[in-house]
DNA sequence: AACATGGTCAACCGCTAGTTA
DNA sequence: ATAACTAGCGGTTGACCATGT
């Protein structure tokens, strides 16, 4: 077992990602899957090397991605998971639809690791439970706070309050998609309905905020204005003609 | 208002496991 | 059996932001 030779660090960007490469990188996906990462940023025209690529996917780009804060029911999910499985993020976030590893793995060490250790020092035979919030406590977020733990055995599924996505039945064998399954899972709706992962009412977020609302936050894109002239300019992308031309001379991975 | 401090989270790094030739 | 390679995982870092002084 070799180790993986370093990525090519010469021309490789790195960093936080731009709209554009995220719209690159959602398009190219969407059309070819992701059957090879070190071989898709080259393909897909991106400076960055496949790890990023991959990173970025999983942890952001997905459209399955839950976002916003956890809930009570999820933390106490997760410390339940931990106290289990220990560190393996990954095996936890496959019991949480929507969340990541990183995600995860980031709010255990700022909230949940902290609570705990507050609360084994309190003696930890309060009522408080182990969100830190007492148990008459109400939460704002009640209506979403009803956790999932998911048979992750079962097809991936992306829905909307309107239609339910099947995704696994929407790519062929090679992991990629045709144009016509593409054109019926992106329509208007993909950008601007609510995401759930699964066939329940629960709100996720629209995955139109989730995509910008971070780099809105993070890198000071506060004119709505850019905001929705960019979500049209990817979604026009998306399902352009342009776009298949673009990539009609690349071969499957 | 200016600075210091702490919290958050996206992204990177390095390792391991699995696969292929 | 072995080496080469990739994908995935967990740990860590650092930029950004909010809050306190």
Known sequence: MGRAPCCEKMGMKR??????????????????????????????????????????????????IKRGNFTPQEEETIINLHESLGNRWSAIAAKLPGRTDNEIKNVWHTHLKKRLNKNQNNGGDTKENINGINETTTHEDKESSMVHVVDTTSPQQFSNSITTFDIS?????????????????????????????????????????????????????????????????????????????????????
């Open 169 to 253: 039945n929407d790519i062929n064998k090679d992991g990629i998609m045709s144009y016509e399954d593409i054109s019926a899972l992106i329509d208007e709706s993909f950008w601007s309905d609510v995401v759930t992962v699964d066939n329940s009412n629960h709100k996720i977020e629209d995955w139109e905020g989730t995509l910008m609302d971070r780099n809105i936050k993070r890198k000071s894109y506060n004119n709505s204005e850019l905001y929705n002239d960019d979500m049209e300019f990817w979604f026009e992308h998306f399902t352009s003609n342009r776009r298949i031309e673009e990539f009609s001379d690349i071969p499957e991975c």
């Open 15 to 64: 960093g936080p990602w731009t709209p554009e490469e995220d719209q690159i990188l959602v398009n190219y996906i969407h059309l070819y899957g992701h059957s090879n990462w070190r071989a898709l940023p080259k393909h897909a025209g991106l400076l960055r090397c496949g790890k990023s690529c991959r990173l970025r996917w999983i942890n952001y780009l997905r459209p399955d």
